[in-house]
Structure formats: structure tokens, C-alpha cells
């Protein structure tokens, strides 16, 4: 079946650190691959998206490569704020008989310090 | 321009009771997902509806959970006699439809004593 393995957290960094979190994903086909970040008491946000190989997804600084050969969608920021701390999910959707639904990873949660 | 709206935002029941949750999606999205989340874990899908359809329902557990996405008005989640097990948050996304990005609310965050 689908599913999605995230890098186990949770993770401390201090601000300007360089982040990766680690994302790799089983599924037949070739879903679209998602990140998710949650801020504590809200629901989650799309932060970015993928959807064939070698796409590249960015924003707010935060780039994931869709690589197909690897099976996998690393999460990378060159410089971590204070902001950035939140939980963080790895996502695939997978369209079949009419039917679609995101597969997430268990997240990880990121704490950035001053 | 609203975005996805779930109410209530916190909800205590005791067992036996029923839960309501309820979701609007966001303007112009017709489709509709709901997920769960228990502590430490990602969300697990729940079930996809159209307006007056389930289309996948294979999340959901059989007894005790439903969900309706009526031609006017909100999306419902109903779990009756709930269990200590139903805690969790319960999240819905909305969607313009198949293969474009989901959008989720804040949550509802089911508590049973």
C-alpha cells in the first residue's frame, strides 16, 4: 500500500541552522508529493508541493526535490527562524477509482531557538 | 475570504454521547475531506465527499461514524456513542476537486470523559 516515512523528531536547532527532514514514500505510481506544516492549536498548512519527478517544490525559503529514483521528498532550509518552529508532515496523495486522499508521514517537530 | 471553518473548536462529551463536528469549506470548493489525528501521529484520511455523496468512505470505521455533505449547509462528522478512544483532533480539507491541493481548518479537538 501507500505510505509515507518521516525522519523521527523531535529536532532543536538554533536560528540560522541548516534544516533537513528527511521524507521517503511507498506507493505504486506517481503521486504528488506534499509538505505540511502545523503551528501549535492550528490546523495544517501546505508549505509545498511536487507533482512528478524532478519537480522541484519552494516557498518561504523551504525547497523539497521530487526524486523518483530515491523514492524520496527531503524537506532543506539554509537558514532556520524562530518562526519555523512547528511540526512538520510529509504528505503523498494518491488518486485511484475516483477517489483521493493524502497519506501523511507522522511529522516531526521542529523547534528553532533564539 | 474565508478559509476552511470548523466548529467547535474544542468539544467535551462523555461516553455514550454523540459528537457533532461540523465544516464549511472554503467558497467555490465542492469537495470534502476528513481526517483524524491521535497524539504523536499523523492524520489518518477518514472519508471524501461531493455535494449529497460519499466517495470513499474506507477510513471511517464501520460502527458508530458517519458523514454527510448535504446540498445546503456544512459538512457533518457524527460519531455516536462515543468512546475514550474517539479523542483526537479531527480535521477537514477542502478541495476544488480532484488532484488540487487540500486546504484544512483548525480542527476540532474531541475530548471524552
Known amino acids: 500500500g501507500n505510505s509515507v516515512t518521516q525522519m523521527e523528531g523531535p529536532v532543536t536547532l538554533s536560528e540560522e541552522a541548516f534544516l533537513t527532514i528527511n521524507c521517503t514514500y511507498t506507493?505504486?505510481?506517481?503521486?504528488?508529493l506534499f509538505w505540511y506544516v502545523q503551528y501549535p492549536g492550528e490546523g495544517l498548512q501546505l508549505l509545498l508541493k511536487?507533482?512528478?519527478?524532478?519537480d522541484k517544490g519552494s516557498n518561504k525559503g523551504f525547497e523539497a526535490t521530487y526524486r523518483k529514483e530515491t523514492t524520496s521528498f527531503h524537506l532543506e532550509k539554509g537558514s532556520v527562524q524562530v518562526s519555523d518552529s512547528a511540526v512538520y508532515f510529509c504528505?503523498?496523495?494518491?488518486?485511484?477509482?475516483?477517489?483521493?486522499?493524502?497519506?501523511f508521514g507522522k511529522g516531526m517537530k521542529l523547534t528553532v531557538n533564539p | 475570504n474565508a478559509g476552511v471553518m470548523q466548529n467547535p473548536r474544542h468539544l467535551v462529551r462523555r461516553r455514550g454521547q454523540e459528537a457533532r463536528l461540523r465544516c464549511s469549506p472554503m467558497?467555490?470548493?465542492?469537495?470534502v475531506y476528513w481526517y483524524r489525528q491521535l497524539p504523536e501521529e499523523g492524520l489518518k484520511f477518514m472519508v471524501y465527499?461531493?455535494?449529497?455523496?460519499?466517495?470513499?468512505e474506507s477510513g471511517m470505521p464501520k460502527e458508530r461514524f458517519s458523514a454527510e455533505f448535504p446540498k445546503e449547509g456544512p459538512s457533518i462528522l457524527r460519531i455516536q456513542q462515543v468512546v475514550r478512544g474517539d479523542s483526537a483532533a479531527y480535521f477537514c480539507?477542502?478541495?476544488?476537486?480532484?488532484?488540487?491541493?487540500?486546504?484544512f481548518g483548525d480542527g476540532t479537538r474531541l475530548s471524552i470523559l
Open positions: 506507493a505504486t505510481g506517481y503521486p504528488s
Open positions: 467558497k467555490g470548493h465542492s469537495h
Open positions: 511536487a507533482t512528478k519527478a524532478d
Open positions: 465527499l461531493q455535494k449529497e455523496n460519499i466517495i470513499d
Open positions: 480539507a477542502s478541495s476544488q476537486g480532484t488532484t488540487q491541493p487540500q486546504h
Open positions: 504528505a503523498l496523495m494518491k488518486t485511484q477509482g475516483g477517489s483521493e486522499k493524502l497519506v
